[in-house]
């Protein structure tokens, strides 16, 4: 977009023409500047060049390897190809509902221990007027982004005592903003193979990105809030309201599972069932028929008293997190829950499993970490306490192989935490809550935000998802 040169107003010079002043008119901002000229900017200052998608995003293709995720491929995709075609309101943070697409378990070849000596936070940054030990004097660094520098109108510039920044700490940058839903992101998937990024939102529409371009390929309108979009191997699942919406990417296949009763809050497959976590509390799962290419109904795990806004599994255990504070853990042979655990003391946003652990995280302010017992009860070995509610977990590995947990708040913003440590390695800002993560080949990681816009980011090495070990 052409951008017209302002006009040069403020101190005269000898050509009787006025100087302009290089701050934007706090009046301008809320439309009620009378002056002309004004001796401020009528104009946003120019924006952060990592605004701009750059040809480094371009030599990005998106498109993921299908054999690193070889080991994560689910049995669906051996199903027969046919023919075919076809994609919440979280209105507070008390109701809002992570969509946790994660089709394995957390793996991690380091195994943590959860004492009090090897759980520690990282340093604080420095404050103004400490001394950095050789005598100078640092300015201030606020643990918050200003709010007026996300929309391009922070006048305070350098003295801004809040961070200028989408990034703190160091090796990610963001590479591109993917614009188009109008409303919370709920999914973001990068089915294997694919050279297209699929992303879901409560607006009713999944978008189709082109991997190499960056350029949005297609719409497609399921005609209400969508709850939750996940993937496995070529079929993508959609839940909305009283159904889930499947269909293969490369046989076009178009499936509607009818069952649920109210919203689909979360989905996750394993093997050849795919459970579907509904608004009246009840996980409804289906099984893979791969004669006809089709899901059959199998049977429905009932127990919450809530909805059911997070779901995932792991070592034989599928993992059910509800608004009614607790997490339900059901045996994966057998279909019957086995524990009820009730440590947290709000909605279970997020459930996410590392070798033998589970993480959880929830509007309580919290993240569990909890380790079975000899008697094979899960216990809690760990909490860390956060000042604002979680929303979401995702896990991998950074470049050197040591996992990382990206842990996102209400506060509009995602913490990278190494494990098991809880050291914070760098925090990513966003212009609402972030609802959805997802990582890429090549070192990308993607957010969707409450807004319905998802940020593309780079990290300096390339990182793996713990997924796909």
């Not at 909305?240 to 919406?245: E, F, P, Q, S, Y």
């Not at 070192?443 to 780079?458: E, N, S």
Request: hydrophobic fraction near 30%; charge should be neutral; glycine fraction near 10%.
């Amino acid at each position: 977009m052409d951008i017209k040169p302002s006009r040069l107003v403020g101190d005269k010079n000898e050509r009787g023409r006025r100087r302009v002043n290089n701050m934007v008119c706090s009046y301008w901002l809320r439309g009620r500047c009378n002056r002309n000229p004004c001796r401020f900017l009528h104009q946003e200052l120019p924006q952060n060049t990592h605004y701009q998608i750059s040809n480094q995003f371009h030599k990005n293709c998106w498109q993921r390897n299908p054999d690193s995720d070889s080991k994560r491929a689910s049995s669906l995709t051996s199903l027969d190809r046919s023919s075919g075609s076809t994609t919440p309101k979280r209105s507070s943070a008390s109701n809002q509902s992570h969509r946790n697409n994660r089709e394995g378990t957390l793996y991690s070849d380091q195994k943590g221990e959860w004492d009090s000596t090897n759980l520690r936070c990282s340093s604080s940054p420095t404050r103004a007027g400490s001394s950095s030990g050789n005598g100078i004097t640092q300015k201030v660094i606020g643990e918050r982004v200003c709010k007026y520098w996300l929309h391009g109108n922070c006048v305070e510039a350098d003295k801004c005592q809040y961070l200028h920044s989408w990034f703190k700490g160091h090796g990610v940058f963001k590479l591109a903003e993917l614009n188009g839903h109008i409303k919370a992101i709920s999914g973001i998937v990068l089915p294997s193979g694919s050279e297209k990024l699929y992303t879901a939102s409560r607006d009713g529409y999944i978008r189709v990105w082109d991997c190499h371009t960056g350029q949005c390929d297609g719409v497609v309108n399921l005609g209400g809030e969508i709850g939750s979009l996940i993937s496995a191997g070529p079929w993508l699942f959609a839940g909305i309201k009283d159904v889930v919406k499947a269909w293969n990417i490369e046989s076009c296949t178009d499936l509607s599972l009818d069952g649920p009763v109210g919203q689909i809050y979360a989905m996750v497959v394993n093997n050849d069932m795919l459970f579907a976590g509904a608004q009246n509390g009840t996980i409804y799962a289906w099984k893979a028929n791969k004669g006809n290419n089709a899901f059959e109904p199998a049977t429905t795990l009932e127990g919450h008293n809530g909805a059911v806004v997070s779901l995932t599994v792991g070592d034989g255990r599928l993992y059910s997190g509800s608004m009614d504070n607790t997490i339900r853990v059901w045996d994966l042979d057998t279909l019957q829950c086995i524990h009820t655990l009730k440590e947290h003391a709000s909605v279970v946003m997020s459930l996410v499993c590392w070798g033998p652990y589970l993480i959880s995280c929830s509007l309580d302010q919290t993240i569990k970490v909890w380790f079975a017992t000899e008697a094979g009860n899960l216990e809690v070995t760990y909490t860390r306490n956060e000042e604002h509610g979680v929303l979401s977990l995702f896990g991998m590995n950074n470049s050197e192989g040591k996992p990382i947990l990206l842990c996102s708040c209400n506060d509009n913003s995602v913490r990278l935490y190494e494990l098991p440590s809880f050291t914070e390695k760098g925090r990513i800002f966003a212009k609402e809550e972030v609802r959805e993560i997802q990582i890429g080949p090549g070192g990308l990681v993607f957010t969707g935000d409450g807004t319905g816009q998802v940020d593309v980011w780079k990290w300096q090495a390339e990182p793996t998802s713990l997924t796909s070990e």
